[in-house]
């Protein structure tokens, strides 16, 4: 099962790149922007109803701060580990893209006469088999 493992993650072609990016920025816009109406909304509302100057700064500045240190600390976590989601996601994606590309190649040249091998679990195993059934 081991020597069915792709070793390395990052593929050098242009399709993972924009699926990492397509997928990670899928995930961090939407939560951007509820962080932030979360953020205005929120402390907005405390203020009106606080509703005096004074008792506003006393009150929210301490709150803010500690809502800004743990949005500080938890954001890039959180980008991380939607980094790495990603980067499985376009993996199990481009991964087989990949494979399909260099075996074609690899028939087309005339250095591969076998079927185009595929995990079982990849993502364009039913167009592999499809490709082998046509080259037959």
């Excluded at 951007?32 to 506003?56: D, R």
């Excluded at 494979?99 to 595929?118: C, F, S, V």
Aim: aromatic share 6%; charged share 20%.
């Amino acid at each position: 099962m081991e020597q069915n493992r792709r070793k390395n993650k990052i593929i050098q072609g242009p399709i993972q790149k924009k699926l990492l990016l397509l997928v990670f920025f899928a995930a961090v816009i939407p939560a951007g922007i509820i962080t932030v109406c979360l953020y205005y909304l929120i402390f907005n509302l405390l203020a009106w109803q606080i509703g005096i100057p004074e008792a506003v700064a006393y009150n929210l500045i301490p709150v803010a701060q500690k809502v800004n240190l743990i949005i500080m600390i938890t954001i890039p976590i959180a980008l991380i580990i939607i980094w790495v989601i990603a980067l499985e996601l376009s993996h199990r994606i481009a991964g087989p893209i990949y494979r399909l590309e260099k075996d074609l190649d690899a028939i087309i040249a005339g250095t591969k006469k076998g079927p185009i091998q595929l995990r079982k679990n990849d993502l364009l195993k039913e167009l592999a088999d499809k490709i082998n059934k046509a080259i037959r």
